[in-house]
Nanobody, 124 residues
């Protein structure tokens, strides 16, 4: 089973940027479709972005398309989320997660292994 640890969250002003990292151990990221998901206070968890095992396919929520970029470095066994042009509505706890499916799924229930999350706050 893969273990996931997120980092890189913090407080940023509207229009700013952050890069989240998700370090994996126990298994190589190339075995999984990987995703970033988030949960804002008082709201349900929602899909943000995903990337296929081979890195060739990506999928983004409409709300982040054109602003966020998901990527991974297999040599470091690390997943990334580059977040640009941040908005207050991006404020949430961000989680990385691993899925056994072989496409860039947006279905939250297909992600079986989760990190503990990292908090992102965007001030207006």
């Amino acid at each position: 089973q893969v273990q996931l640890v997120e980092s890189g969250g913090g407080l940023v002003q509207t229009g700013g940027s952050l890069r989240l990292s998700c370090a994996a151990s126990g298994r190589t990221l190339s075995r999984y479709t990987m995703g970033w998901l988030r949960q804002a206070p008082g709201k349900e968890r929602e899909f943000v972005a995903s990337i296929t095992r081979d890195g060739a396919g990506t999928n983004y929520a409409d709300s982040v398309k054109g602003r966020f970029t998901i990527s991974k470095d297999i040599t470091k066994n690390t997943l990334y989320l580059q977040m640009n042009s941040l908005k207050p509505e991006d404020t949430a706890d961000y989680y990385c997660a691993a899925s056994g499916v072989d496409y860039a799924t947006s279905a939250i229930d297909q992600y079986k292994s989760w990190g503990q999350g990292t908090q992102v706050t965007v001030s207006s």
